[in-house]
């Protein structure tokens, strides 16, 4: 097992699910049943991340749910890179999802009916939402059968050697692309690394927008 948080290790991760012989599915479709594994990416900071990581799922037959903001202070799906990342995740084989900031659902043709609220507080966290699939409501999510690396911290764990022996029999897997794609031993110094690439990709925009940076 491990707590390194970069794309080797992601790699290993997926590899670990496969040994195990897990199915990689979506949701909103049939109920999860034994050796189903629905991976999700709740897309918090960087389409960038979320692009490196849906290619190297690609590569290995893996595909995923991934969870894009209307409401994100970091990236704007309206742009040319944002619409760029839409065509880009569908075209690796991946589910687009909602992922909501309450009150507010977006829901439009650019996402799957499926849902995810952002930063949720417990009193609305699994409520139904009209006719989409909230991932965090029954029978999508139960504690004993959901992981999580929320602030780069495996609550029970990494989860490899569980995985490696299809334990638990299905499995909700939330992964943070920004995590595992921007290097740091802490969440700070991985934040810090994401900003640093992104003050790159600001510079870049600023030249292609005209302005003299000189």
Known sequence: MSDRFDMREYELLLEAALEGGYAFRQFGGEEPAPGDLFLRHDVDLSLDAALAMARLEAEMDVRATYFLMTRSVFYNLASPEGERALAELRGFGHAVAHHAVHPHVDLDDRFDPVLAWHNPDPEYMREPVGAAVNVMDAPWF????Y????????????????????????????IHPEIWVYPGATMRETMLAFLDADREARLTQLANDRIDLT
């Open 142 to 145: 139960d504690p004993e059968h």
């Open 147 to 174: 992981c999580s690396d929320s602030n780069q911290h495996w609550r029970s764990g990494p989860p490899h050697d569980g995985l490696r022996r299809r334990e638990p029999d299905w499995l909700q897997l939330l």
